[in-house]
């Protein structure tokens, strides 16, 4: 077991649904603690380069408008193999093929609109974390 940091954003549709709780209680009870956490909004051009790597995409102006739609809790999570935990409970991209149990499946919306972010690799989790929070806000 190795101890890891990992960046999670609870989206739009979460907050607008006031899940902010319901979210971090399925990512607690999985392991994670959160040692980080602000609730901000984001500006076009943060969330544009936030998700860069999707430029391409055909959903990526969606994307980028959704996340901007509302606020979003920015948070920071730790625990052993905290990456892959927090990928595990957040579930599927698509509610609809998420495992019972995990955050999308319970509380997403949409393929879009699906209540969480979370980094991918061990490399993105500190490049994503150092996007939002400097290293005195963390307080592990
Ligand atoms: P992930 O959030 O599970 O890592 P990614 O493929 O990295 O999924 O996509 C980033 C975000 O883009 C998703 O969480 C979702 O909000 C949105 N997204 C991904 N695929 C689609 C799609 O096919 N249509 C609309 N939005 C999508
Ligand atoms: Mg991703």
């Known amino acids: 077991m190795t101890t890891e940091r990992t960046f999670s ?6 907050t607008r649904r006031n899940l902010t709780g319901a979210v971090t209680k399925l990512l607690e009870e999985a392991g994670l603690r959160v ?3 602000k609730r901000i909004h984001l500006t076009r051009d943060q969330a544009e380069e936030f998700y860069g790597v999707h430029r391409e995409r055909p959903f990526f102006n969606d994307l980028v408008s959704f996340m901007i739609s509302g606020p979003v809790v920015v948070q920071v999570l730790e ?4 990456v892959a935990k927090n990928r595990d409970v957040m579930g599927a991209t ?3 093929n998420a495992d019972a149990g995990t955050i999308r499946k319970e509380l997403a919306e949409s393929i ?3 209540s969480v972010h979370g980094s991918d690799s061990l490399e993105n989790a500190a490049t994503e974390i150092a996007f939002f929070f400097t290293s005195d806000e963390i307080v592990g």
């Open 9 to 14: 954003i609870i989206k739009p549709d979460a």
């Open 35 to 37: 040692v980080a956490s």
């Open 79 to 82: 625990g052993d193999n905290a």
């Open 94 to 96: 698509n509610p609809a």
């Open 112 to 114: 879009e609109a699906n």
